[in-house]
């Protein structure tokens, strides 16, 4: 089965701080993607990366970004955290950017104070 | 806007009933319908993939239905048991424009009581 493991499950952090969530997935998928996910609000896509270096912005890009280096990982960066970055993040991977299923991580549930 | 909802927010049922959880979206443009399942505080998990040429998939206890021309998509659920208490979400990938990108339904959070 496909893995795709986020590096922390809890995490939390100060307003203004520099926040990387990381994701590593072990299949040699093409396709990543973060989303967070909110009470009310649902999922949503921050950014989607389809190939090394290669990454674009989805719904709520703002105050993010990614970095893909490596084909396996895909990091989310927040570049100054705030209170209302609080949530919970997930990251996804598939095989190819349609018709395929979406594998999620287990989540990272991020707190900014 | 592509916007997808699932009708009812929440559900519980007794054991053993059978259950459908419903899905329906907007512009029939679709590519594929997948249902995931989610437990709390954790990630989703994928139960199952339509393909807009599909008219249903089976796995097990779960069988999900796509109406492309009505906008719905079924899941049901036969027999459930406590285990299958969690939230549920479908997702709609819709061809056209891009195709990197899903649109979520909030979910319906069942409950299957002993």
């Known amino acids: 089965d496909v893995k795709v493991t986020q590096s922390s499950r809890y995490l939390v952090k100060r307003t203004g701080e520099k926040v990387f969530l990381e994701c590593v997935q072990d299949?040699?998928?093409?396709?990543m993607f973060w989303y967070r996910q909110d009470p009310g609000l649902g999922l949503r896509l921050i950014y989607f990366?389809?190939?090394?270096?290669?990454?674009e912005k989805g719904d709520i890009p703002e105050g993010y970004s990614v970095s893909r280096e490596k084909k396996e990982r895909f990091s989310l960066i927040l570049e100054s955290a705030s209170t209302n970055q609080t949530s919970m993040y997930l990251c996804?991977?598939?095989?190819?950017?349609?018709?395929?299923?979406?594998?999620f991580g287990s989540g990272t549930q991020l707190s900014v104070l | 806007k592509q916007e997808v909802t699932q009708i009812p927010a929440a559900l519980s049922v007794p054991e053993g009933e059978n259950l459908v959880l419903n899905c329906s979206f907007t512009?029939?443009?679709?590519?594929?319908l997948q249902w995931f399942r989610q437990d709390p505080g954790k990630g989703l998990t994928s139960l199952l993939l339509?393909?807009?040429?599909?008219r249903e998939q089976t796995s097990g206890r779960l069988n999900a239905s796509l109406d492309k021309s009505s906008g719905r998509s079924t899941l049901y659920i036969a027999a459930s048991q406590p285990g299958d208490s969690a939230t549920y979400l479908c997702?709609?990938?819709?061809?056209?424009?891009?195709?990197?990108?899903?649109?979520f339904g909030k979910g319906t959070l069942l409950t299957v009581n002993p």
């Open positions: 512009d029939s443009a679709i590519y594929n």
């Open positions: 299949m040699d998928h093409e396709n």
């Open positions: 339509i393909q807009s040429s599909q």
């Open positions: 996804a991977s598939s095989l190819y950017p349609t018709g395929e299923k979406l594998f």
């Open positions: 990366s389809y190939d090394v270096k290669m990454k």
């Open positions: 997702a709609k990938r819709w061809s056209g424009g891009s195709n990197y990108k899903l649109t």
